[in-house]
């Protein structure tokens, strides 16, 4: 129903930065939350930012704030994580998610559980 695109991904040195985006394929009036979540080999999915459609409000996992950025780009209806000061740790294939609940809730935000639509994955991988 409603198709995520990440992009961005690739290869960077420590300390390097990467930007992600994520383009639904639906009208954004459906939308109400964005999120980005990231999965290393063999550890658990994890949070790692969420914004709300009008851009008031965001949420950062405490091991990326102050290094990643998210944004909406009302102009091309998508969602960027913006990703600077990469560390090793950062490594993981990170996924763009759509909530389409129609209420924002800060908690609710950084559970995988809240969103409904997943896209595919995008690999960022950190060199030492």
């Known amino acids: 129903q409603v198709q995520l695109v990440e992009s961005g991904g690739g290869l960077v040195q420590a300390g390097g930065s990467l930007r992600l985006s994520c383009a639904p394929s639906?009208?954004?009036?459906?939308?109400?939350?964005m999120g980005w979540f990231r999965q290393a080999p063999e550890k658990e999915r994890e949070f790692v930012a969420a914004i709300s459609w009008s851009g008031n409000r965001d949420v950062y996992a405490d091991p990326v704030k102050g290094r990643f950025t998210i944004a909406i780009d009302a102009a091309k209806s998508a969602v960027h994580l913006q990703m600077d000061s990469l560390k090793p740790e950062d490594t993981a294939v990170y996924y763009c998610?759509?909530?389409?609940?129609?209420?924002?809730?800060?908690?609710?935000?950084?559970?995988?559980?809240?969103?409904?639509?997943w896209g595919q994955g995008t690999q960022v991988t950190v060199s030492s």
């Open positions: 639906a009208r954004t009036d459906s939308l109400y939350g």
């Open positions: 998610a759509a909530d389409t609940s129609g209420l924002w809730i800060t908690a609710r935000a950084t559970q995988s559980g809240t969103y409904e639509y």
